[in-house]
């Protein structure tokens, strides 16, 4: 190795140490190796840090709610009637903390009438006169990423791409199912029936207005549309009967000298239809799902090019250790080649359960054995440019196969794939792509012999060149990579943070201002 070339290389080292030693960049470098223990990323969730101590903030008092609803809707798990006592005491004591939050009052009047108490409709009621509707998802979410970021080192774009999945709809549903039952004997043609609707009119309103999450303000403008419509077609109404269904509510509000609640009433329909094609708009899933294969690529890329630098570096090795035992042999044994070449295809077996791809792989490397008959007693260092780019070609797709393996191995992939339009073969506990990488680099095996032939060399001289190419070629070529990647990922990861917070904190006020 020349002088610059040894300068590079300990330039290269020298900034890797420091990528290392770096806190925010020990964090991207270091990503895919980093192991969450028992319960993977779930442990870092408050929803699933074990028994519960008793709520002494709103913060709490939120989480045993929404624990709570997540029980009573399941089926073989729903709350008994001492634990009903006890949510609806928690809801009532954080009503009383903070009087103008609608949400307080609704998860009471839910409960409530699980345990069939009289009192629910008054906390209904009671719920439609606040001013705001906070369910406090957003702050103990941004909590959970602030113990994602402790355990990392360092704040990154794929906490909140998978947290921002981990908000649960289950008090929103339980509250769209009370609104439901409450209407089923309001009719419009008594004051009763149209109060009671303007009530749960107010509480869906609320509630769409209030939450920050898409799929969580969904239930509230379904409780907005069910508060118009007329019990018996309340199941089927079909885009025209809605209309005519609020326009008839507004009308009857009217000619009930109640200005002021057909105002809000056209109000809050005109807002839900705005609503509706502010959601419903498919940009937003794609949007979010190129915001998580960012913020995946951002973490992983560094690791990624690390570890195939340490492969490359094995290879290496590998064809340097081949140089020096096989001396100028024309061509490897048949027996230790066909052990060889058995031993990798069961490998390869083991670890891809493809047959067909360990049988190829397996060939490749038996290929070894074929070699000239009479070669050059003097070797040629520079074996053309033709041999490079076979070489460069197998090299480059040896990286990508491996690497996708490598990055869809990974606990982030895990965590945050199953989110997007990628397949689970390409991630996770699939091989698919250490298979490809095996049968690509099982082309060196097969390219060897047949250069060895056509150039009279000795097929392990032939072989030990190409294998030292690929190693220097990605040990180096990585090497540099990940020193480039580390602070160009930490900056675009930067930029994905901001979007991704203003997402996870508040959803629809994102995409309004958009």
Aim: aromatic share 10%.
């Amino acid at each position: 190795m020349t002088s610059s070339g040894r300068a590079l290389l300990g330039a290269l080292f020298g900034a890797i140490l420091t990528l290392l030693v770096h806190p925010t960049s020990r964090a991207y470098m270091t990503s895919l190796v980093r192991n969450p223990g028992e319960g993977g990323l779930d442990r870092f969730l408050d929803d699933t840090s074990g028994v519960l101590a008793p709520p002494t903030n709103l913060y709490q008092a939120s989480l045993w709610l929404q624990l709570a609803a997540e029980r009573q809707l399941t089926a073989d798990s729903q709350l008994t009637s001492n634990e009903l006592r006890t949510i609806i005491g928690i809801a009532r004591s954080a009503g009383r903390r903070e009087p103008d939050n609608a949400y307080w009052p609704q998860m009471e009047a839910v409960f409530r009438s699980a345990a069939h108490q009289p009192d629910a409709a008054r906390a209904w009621e009671r719920a439609s006169r606040c001013a705001s509707w906070n369910d406090y998802q957003s702050r103990r979410l941004m909590l959970d990423r602030d113990a994602l970021a402790s355990w990392t080192g360092s704040p990154q774009g794929w906490q909140l791409a998978y947290l921002y999945d981990q908000r649960s709809e289950a008090a929103a549903n339980l509250i769209e199912k009370f609104a439901a039952a409450s209407l089923t004997a309001s009719d419009l043609a008594s004051k009763s029936g149209v109060t009671q609707r303007m009530i749960t009119l107010r509480n869906g309103a609320l509630l769409r207005n209030g939450s920050q999450s898409i799929k969580v303000g969904m239930h509230g403008a379904s409780i907005v549309e069910l508060a118009s419509y007329p019990s018996e077609f309340a199941l089927t109404a079909s885009p025209k009967r809605l209309w005519l269904a609020e326009t008839k509510l507004i009308n009857v509000l009217r000619e009930r000298g109640l200005p002021d609640e057909a105002h809000f009433a056209e109000e809050s329909f005109r807002t839900n239809d705005a609503w509706r094609a502010l959601t419903q708009d498919e940009e937003t899933d794609a949007n979010f799902r190129n915001l998580t294969l960012t913020s995946l690529i951002c973490a992983a890329l560094p690791g990624a090019t690390m570890a195939l630098a340490i492969v490359g570096l094995g290879v290496w090795l590998l064809g340097w250790i081949i140089d020096r035992t096989t001396g100028l042999s024309m061509r490897f044994g048949r027996i230790p080649a066909l052990l060889c070449s058995t031993g990798v295809a069961f490998l390869v077996y083991a670890v891809t359960s493809y047959p067909l791809g360990a049988l190829a792989t397996g060939l490749c490397f038996t290929f070894v054995v074929v070699g000239p008959r009479y070669g050059r007693t003097t070797r040629s260092v520079e074996l053309g440019p033709l041999f490079s780019l076979c070489i460069g070609v197998v090299t480059f797709a040896f990286a990508v196969t491996l690497g996708a393996y490598i990055v869809g191995g990974s606990t982030l992939a895990k965590a945050l794939l199953p989110s997007t339009t990628v397949p689970p073969e390409y991630y996770g506990s699939s091989s698919l792509f250490v298979g490809l990488s095996a049968i690509v680099f099982g082309l060196v095996f097969l390219i060897s012999p047949l250069w060895a032939v056509a150039q009279r060399l000795g097929t392990p001289y032939v072989l030990s060149e190409g294998l030292k190419k690929i190693g220097g070629s990605l040990g180096l070529g990585c090497l540099l990579a990940a020193v480039v990647s580390a602070p160009v990922m930490i900056y675009l990861d930067r930029d994905n943070q901001d979007t991704l917070t203003k997402i996870v904190t508040n959803e629809p006020l994102y995409y309004f201002l958009r």
